[in-house]
């Protein structure tokens, strides 16, 4: 079969045999591609460091049944600046956990990609990394189809508006207005500024996206229900969590319920 071209993003990567690596990526082209390095262990010329999780690569395949053949890849940007900050890996460590989780393999993900090439980069850079971990959250989430409507409540259909505290109501992912608000599992009180911030961060370009400001005391608790519903979408725990946690040293979201 004829090699294809590809920049691409490594996602995770593990030992395969002896002499051979597993290694996941993103592309735009074919989304989540898993393919094989075979003897990276021993030939550094052919792959270097462009199989360490968060390079991007240019990357020479041929496609498989299954797994690709990974031929040649060329470092693009090894992100040396994330991997020297230890807060900053780890979230990138869970950005790269979740994307290898939930995005599918052969359908096309541009957008994906250049969300997740813009988040790295941003990462690396912004001031507030919390920030633009909870922007990446909603966008991400809203480019797999996976947000929930967040323009009107799910019972009434009342538009956003006026006064008091709506709720995101998980592990559903219903949103309630004030009128509607019941005692869900884990309900999660929203406030109108916040929810026009959502809807900001799922439909503005990427380019000004991280301009947005999540308010310093909705953060913790946003960022806690956007991973519990991650979760609620894979149905397992984010085992990066835990590294994360050792940094932010603050509550986490619960794990899923098996289901
Ligand atoms: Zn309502």
Redesign the pocket.
């Known amino acids: 079969m004829k090699a294809v071209d590809t920049e691409a993003i490594v996602l995770r990567t593990a030992a395969y045999s002896e002499a051979d690596r597993l290694v996941t990526y993103l592309t735009p082209a074919v989304g989540k591609l898993v393919g094989i390095a075979r003897n990276a262990r021993s030939s550094r010329k052919r792959f270097g460091h462009c199989l360490e999780p968060c390079s991007r690569v240019t990357l020479t395949y041929k496609p498989g049944t299954g797994l690709a053949w990974l031929e040649r890849s060329q470092l693009l940007d090894a992100h040396l600046a994330l991997r020297e900050d230890l807060p900053r890996w780890s979230y990138a460590a869970l950005i790269t956990e979740i994307l290898a989780e939930m995005t599918p393999e052969g359908d096309a993900q541009e957008p994906l990609y250049l969300l997740t090439r813009s988040t790295l980069e941003q990462l690396a850079s912004d001031p507030d990394p919390l920030n633009v971990v909870i922007l990446f959250l909603v966008r991400f989430m809203h480019t797999m189809g996976h947000l929930p409507d967040f323009q009107q409540?799910?019972?009434?259909?009342?538009p956003l508006a006026g006064q008091g505290q709506w709720i995101w109501q998980l592990p559903e992912g219903r949103l309630?207005?004030?009128?509607?608000r019941a005692n869900g599992s884990s309900p999660l009180e929203l406030d109108l500024g916040t929810l026009l911030l959502l809807n900001q961060a799922a439909q503005l370009p990427l380019t000004r996206l991280w301009r947005l400001r999540v308010r310093k005391d909705r953060r913790q608790a946003l960022r806690r229900a956007l991973l519990e519903w991650v979760m609620a979408q894979t149905h397992r725990p984010l085992k990066t969590l835990k590294v994360v946690a050792q940094f932010e040293r603050l509550p986490q979201p619960d794990p899923p319920g098996i289901g």
């Open positions: 409540c799910r019972v009434c259909r009342a309630l207005c004030p009128a509607h």
